[in-house]
């Protein structure tokens, strides 16, 4: 089924223009790896998916119901369950770790929910804390972690929201080899029941998830299919590739 | 690694709590100490006015605290809401005392006053100073207590919701938000000083110190009870906000904060939360304006001028941001040393060639002094308590800071 569809969007930036008529679709459960050089649109996409950026054209049809998502706030498409990872990773500095995952915790989100509501469950958020490997580190603040535990910890907030489409932007960037391989198996284990899309640069990583591949190229897909389907396309080793 | 055995220290909440403990024992325990040397005459009625003023002020400080200090919203505007409670207060305390000086004036004519007569008489005794005697559509609840006291917290309510439903869903952000809650004051301050506004112009409302309903009670009296009530108002406005900058609901105002786009991303709808707080704050300002102005005796519209909210600010930021006890001690000793200087309790400096007179230099000194503590100790007054905690506990950290084998050890982390 396809949870995800981008219809023919186009957004140009001061006359650059970072997406050209794209088309997406992505469905659940898959995984799905996004490549492509720098200033391809990658960012540009996220972006519009979650909320961010609005598109000049085109349309974002979500869930069982085709409901087109434009024009929503970036909560309520949280909401809806669509989460993001940064590539950067952005946690709450000045906050524990356990008070990053409370935050993410899929749970009512209204101010007044918030504020009668009861206190985290603490069973689910150890779980979540534990699939990322910091469960000893709950009570530490999240700006004392190491850059590879700030990511986990993105990871696992990402995980705590539940979210059915996971959009994961650069997940290994700055990740010991050991670490990486984790992400890869966590993130193909989560495939099995969402729908996943990984932006990624690292051939090595993306060759290891094994899944279908989409070739972003100035603001369009250039090519669809398995990794070593889209590394044979002329065009995909002239852009990217070839270089 | 025997860090891992000892047990998990569940981060800065029970400080918070032990915060908020000290604090209001310390607050009862000065309310207790000035009722007694009160008593003893050992201190002046307006000294206890004075007091009980400041406490009011630091209410509003907390609540400042809380928009800025933890939601992150530099609001320069906040001191409107403190003058809306007062004019609210103000106008049924004004109407109550001249309907009983009227009444008693009326009562030597031969018929009883009909309630027009009475009306008549109120209005010619208000606003007569603007030149009028009709009684403006605003004063309608002026003769009910229960209905004032309900403006004290709607009026402020209402436009602190409108305009932060207008500002934040435009997101406005950061100094341009901070202008516009200026221009806001700015704009309430003006449209007060107007004759036809229907609140005595530049006059303000007087007479605020009379308490009707008790004609025997003397002021040493009436100013007691009032620093009681403003003390009882700072106490439960500093466990309210303790209470919601605490939990889930602190985190995400804090998360604002820190990064209101990420925190969209998690679900959160950042407008709503911003909107609770900055409305939120301004009740409990409201209310504390309500208390301050019966003992100040007068509010006019230079109150509401956008200084005001300015020096709210500089109280919060020289106390601490991000922690109430700091906003609290921030605008009592603030306050109080300005009332010192402004006052002449301090001595004039001769320097000679020049003269430094304090009432003048004052405003020299607290900018002097704000830009100093903005620069050198960003954490304020409360960082002092920092100071003193960590002598006394080590170190915070226990654990080391990172995983690894060449991460800080907690020894370090000291310095």
């Given amino acids: 089924m396809t949870l995800l569809e981008v219809d023919g969007i186009s957004v140009s930036f001061d006359g650059f223009q970072a997406i050209n008529g794209l088309s997406f679709a992505i469905g659940e459960p898959e995984l799905r790896a996004v490549i492509g050089p720098n200033g391809a649109g990658k960012t540009t996409f996220m972006d519009i998916v979650t909320g961010k950026t609005r598109p000049d054209s085109g349309r974002v049809l979500w869930g069982e119901t085709n409901r087109n998502i434009l024009g929503q706030s970036e909560s309520a498409i949280a909401r809806l369950g669509i989460g993001r990872k940064f590539q950067k990773p952005t946690v709450f500095e000045d906050q524990t770790v356990r008070e990053n995952l409370a935050m993410?915790?899929?749970?009512?989100?209204?101010?007044?929910?918030?504020?009668?509501?009861?206190?985290?469950?603490?069973?689910?958020?150890?779980?979540?804390?534990?699939?990322?490997?910091?469960?000893?580190?709950?009570?530490?603040?999240?700006?004392?972690?190491?850059?590879?535990?700030?990511?986990?910890?993105?990871?696992?907030?990402?995980?705590?929201?539940?979210?059915?489409?996971?959009?994961?932007?650069?997940?290994?960037?700055?990740?010991?080899?050991?670490?990486?391989?984790?992400?890869?198996?966590?993130?193909?284990?989560?495939?099995?029941?969402?729908?996943?899309?990984?932006?990624?640069?690292?051939?090595?990583?993306?060759?290891?998830?094994?899944?279908?591949?989409?070739?972003?190229?100035e603001g369009r897909v250039l090519a669809e299919g398995s990794l070593d389907h889209v590394t044979q396309n002329q065009d995909v080793i002239d852009v990217y590739l070839g270089r | 690694m025997t860090d891992a055995a000892l047990p998990l220290r569940s981060g800065r909440p029970p400080v918070r709590r032990t915060s908020t403990m000290v604090f209001l024992v310390a607050l009862a325990a000065f309310a207790v100490l000035v009722t007694v040397l009160a008593g003893a005459d050992m201190i002046s009625t307006s000294f206890v006015k004075l007091l009980g003023k400041t406490l009011c002020l630091a209410l509003a400080a907390v609540a400042m605290d809380v928009v800025w200090g933890y939601t992150g919203i530099l609001s320069l505007g906040h001191m409107a809401f403190f003058g809306l409670g007062g004019y609210a207060i103000g106008m049924w305390l004004?109407?109550?005392?001249?309907?009983?000086?009227?009444?008693?004036?009326?009562?030597?004519?031969?018929?009883?006053?009909?309630?027009?007569?009475?009306?008549?008489?109120?209005?010619?005794?208000?606003?007569?100073?603007?030149?009028?005697?009709?009684?403006?559509?605003?004063?309608?609840?002026?003769?009910?207590?229960?209905?004032?006291?309900?403006?004290?917290?709607?009026?402020?309510?209402?436009?602190?919701?409108?305009?932060?439903?207008?500002?934040?869903?435009?997101?406005?952000?950061?100094?341009?938000?901070?202008?516009?809650?200026?221009?806001?004051?700015?704009?309430?301050?003006?449209?007060?000083?107007?004759?036809?506004?229907?609140?005595?112009?530049?006059?303000?409302?007087?007479?605020?110190?009379?308490?009707?309903?008790?004609?025997?009670?003397?002021?040493?009296?009436?100013?007691?009870?009032?620093?009681?009530?403003?003390?009882?108002?700072?106490?439960?406005?500093?466990?309210?906000?303790?209470?919601?900058?605490?939990?889930?609901m602190g985190s995400v105002l804090r998360a604002v904060r820190d990064d209101e786009a990420r925190v969209r991303f998690l679900g959160y709808h950042v407008e709503s939360f911003k909107l609770f707080a900055f409305t939120l704050t301004a009740v409990v300002t409201g209310i504390a304006g309500a208390l301050y102005y019966p003992q100040a005796g007068i509010i006019n519209p230079g109150e509401v001028a956008p200084i005001a909210s300015i020096y709210l600010a500089v109280w919060v930021a020289i106390g601490g941001r991000g922690r109430l006890y700091g906003a609290a001690i921030g605008a009592i000793a603030v306050s109080l040393v300005s009332n010192w200087f402004t006052s002449g309790g301090a001595p004039d400096l001769d320097l000679g060639v020049y003269e430094i007179r304090w009432t003048e230099w004052w405003l020299v000194l607290l900018g002097v002094s704000f830009v100093l503590v903005t620069l050198l100790a960003p954490k304020g007054l409360g960082g002092l308590v920092d100071l003193w905690t960590q002598r006394r506990r080590g170190p915070a950290r226990r654990a080391a800071y990172g995983p690894d084998t060449g991460a800080k050890r907690p020894e370090e982390g000291a310095e």
């Fill in chain 1, 104 to 217: 993410a915790l899929k749970d009512r989100r209204g101010p007044f929910s918030v504020l009668f509501g009861l206190p985290a469950d603490e069973g689910r958020l150890l779980d979540f804390a534990e699939e990322v490997g910091l469960a000893a580190q709950l009570d530490r603040l999240a700006g004392e972690l190491s850059h590879g535990q700030k990511q986990w910890l993105e990871i696992g907030m990402l995980l705590a929201q539940e979210p059915r489409l996971l959009l994961v932007d650069e997940p290994a960037a700055g990740m010991t080899p050991a670490e990486r391989e984790h992400t890869t198996d966590l993130l193909k284990r989560l495939a099995r029941r969402h729908a996943v899309v990984v932006v990624e640069h690292d051939m090595d990583f993306v060759r290891r998830l094994d899944c279908r591949v989409t070739v972003l190229h």
């Fill in chain 2, 94 to 248: 004004m109407w109550a005392r001249t309907e009983a000086i009227v009444a008693s004036n009326l009562a030597a004519s031969a018929l009883p006053p009909t309630p027009g007569e009475l009306r008549e008489g109120i209005g010619g005794q208000i606003f007569g100073v603007v030149g009028s005697s009709d009684i403006p559509l605003i004063w309608s609840f002026a003769h009910s207590l229960p209905l004032q006291l309900a403006m004290v917290v709607l009026v402020p309510g209402l436009l602190a919701l409108v305009f932060g439903w207008l500002a934040f869903r435009s997101r406005v952000t950061g100094v341009y938000l901070s202008i516009l809650t200026q221009a806001m004051t700015l704009a309430l301050s003006l449209y007060l000083f107007q004759n036809d506004t229907g609140l005595r112009g530049n006059n303000g409302l007087s007479g605020l110190q009379n308490i009707p309903g008790f004609p025997a009670a003397s002021q040493a009296q009436i100013s007691i009870a009032f620093f009681w009530a403003s003390a009882l108002a700072l106490a439960l406005g500093y466990l309210l906000f303790a209470w919601v900058v605490s939990g889930r």
